[in-house]
T-cell receptor, first 112, second 110 residues
C-alpha cells in the first residue's frame, strides 16, 4: 500500500487563482480529513468525510470546497486564493472501526 | 466549541534530561491521541488512551490520561536527539473528529 498520497508537494499561487489539492488513499479507509497547519501552530480541520458521497464542514471551511465521489479520493478545492490560505495542507484517513489518523506528506501552498 | 490547550509551547533540553508536555481539554474526551511531527514532516500516530486514569508506556515514553478524561501528559525519560520534533495531543469527543492542541516543540542539544 502507498498509504495516503498528496499532490502537489509545493505550489505557489497568485491571489485570486484557484487550484485543487489531491489526496488519495489505497487502504479502503472510510473516514478522510483535510487539515491546514500554519507555521508553529497545530492542525485545524477544514473538511471531513465519513464515506463516499458524504462531506461535512470542520472548524475552518471558508474559502474551500471538497468532494468525495470515491472511497479513495478526497480533493480539496481552493477558489479565489488569498494570502491567508498560505499554509501546509495535510490529508488524513482513518480505517473502519478505528480512531487513528494516518497522514499524507502534505502540500505546502504559498499565495502571493 | 471544544478547545485543547497544550503547554509548554517550546522546550529545550540537554540530551539525557527528561521532558514532559501537558494537554488540557475544555470538555470531557472519549479518548485522547498523541502524535509526533518531525521537522518538515507529517504527524505520525504514537498512542491512544481511552480509559480514565490510563497509563501506557512505549520504551522511554510514558502517557497518562487523567481521571476526569480532560487532561493528559507525555513524559520522555532521558531524551535523545531522535526525540526532536513537535508533540501534539488530539482529543476526540465524538464522531471521529479530533481537536488538536497547538503542540510542544522539543529541541534536544547533544
Amino acid at each position: 500500500n502507498a498509504g495516503v498520497t498528496q499532490t502537489p508537494k509545493f505550489r505557489i499561487l497568485k491571489i485570486g487563482q484557484s487550484m485543487t489539492l489531491q489526496c488519495t488513499q489505497d487502504m479502503n479507509h472510510n473516514y478522510m480529513y483535510w487539515y491546514r497547519q500554519d507555521p508553529g501552530m497545530g492542525l485545524k480541520l477544514i473538511y471531513y468525510s465519513v464515506g463516499a458521497g458524504i462531506t461535512d464542514k470542520g472548524e475552518v471551511p471558508n474559502g474551500y470546497n471538497v468532494s468525495r465521489s470515491t472511497t479513495e479520493d478526497f480533493p480539496l478545492r481552493l477558489e479565489l486564493a488569498a494570502p491567508s490560505q498560505t499554509s501546509v495542507y495535510f490529508c488524513a484517513s482513518t480505517p473502519p472501526g478505528q480512531e487513528t489518523q494516518y497522514f499524507g506528506p502534505g502540500t505546502r501552498l504559498l499565495v502571493l | 466549541g471544544q478547545q485543547v490547550m497544550q503547554i509548554p509551547q517550546y522546550q529545550h533540553v540537554q540530551e539525557g534530561e527528561d521532558f514532559t508536555t501537558y494537554c488540557n481539554s475544555s470538555t470531557t474526551l472519549s479518548n485522547i491521541q498523541w502524535y509526533k511531527q518531525r521537522p518538515g514532516g507529517h504527524p505520525v500516530f504514537l498512542i491512544q488512551l481511552v480509559k480514565s486514569g490510563e497509563v501506557k508506556k512505549q520504551k522511554r515514553l510514558t502517557f497518562q490520561f487523567g481521571e476526569a478524561k480532560k487532561n493528559s501528559s507525555l513524559h520522555i525519560t532521558a531524551t535523545q536527539t531522535t526525540d526532536v520534533g513537535t508533540y501534539f495531543c488530539a482529543g476526540e469527543t465524538s464522531g471521529s473528529r479530533l481537536t488538536f492542541g497547538e503542540g510542544t516543540q522539543l529541541t534536544v542539544n547533544p
